[in-house]
């Protein structure tokens, strides 16, 4: 690939490199992110929702102030409890677009993105409608919020709810990958 098929990749790769440096035991999933970039043809391929073979998401783990709880949405089209996120449609920044989601699906407003790269988490989306099932290549970030904690369901969601974050990593019924950022972040702040 030449540099300026790849220029707007750049800071992806460097928070890949950067997370991976940080969690060298999650090296088979950063490289699936990295093999993304490598196989999309154009600079923002990768990150639009029409590549169906698989694209970027990116999501929040939306903590309040204390870093206690996290906001979680009960997904309308998954049915399961989640952090908020969404589709980069066609935005390289994912930090932005992890950002702009949390504020979309929760209506709250004083939100900031803390840091780099959090969790990076490979899933599969089943097909729904005239959509085929595809990979999700969710690129997910810490974001705080330093206002007011009073949210708004928004169409995307059945509920919004704080939660516990250690009563999430305790309990065996919520989503892995929930449980695996909980492990991180009880890990970060202890």
């Known amino acids: 690939m030449r540099d300026s098929d790849n220029h707007l990749h750049v800071p992806i790769r460097s928070a890949l490199a950067d997370y991976l440096r940080s969690w060298p035991d999650e090296s088979e999933v950063a490289a699936q992110f990295t093999g993304l970039l490598d196989e999309s043809p154009n600079d923002t391929h990768a990150f639009v929702r029409e590549r169906l073979e698989g694209h970027f998401t990116a999501s929040s783990w939306l903590v309040d102030r204390e870093g206690r709880r996290v906001l979680l949405t009960h997904h309308r089209k998954l049915g399961r409890w989640l952090q908020l996120g969404g589709h980069a449609d066609g935005d390289t920044d994912l930090a932005d677009v992890a950002l702009r989601e949390a504020e979309e699906e929760s209506g709250l407003t004083d939100l900031v993105v803390e840091g780099g790269l959090f969790d990076l988490d490979r899933h599969w989306i089943p097909s729904r409608g005239d959509v085929p099932g595809h990979w999700h290549y969710d690129a997910r970030y810490v974001v705080r919020a330093t206002g007011s904690e009073a949210f708004v ?14 009563a999430i990593e305790a309990d065996p019924a919520a989503d892995e990958s929930l449980r695996r950022m909980a492990r991180k972040w009880l890990a970060r702040t202890a």
């Open 153 to 166: 369901v928004g169409h995307e969601s059945l509920d919004l709810a704080w939660r516990d974050i250690a």
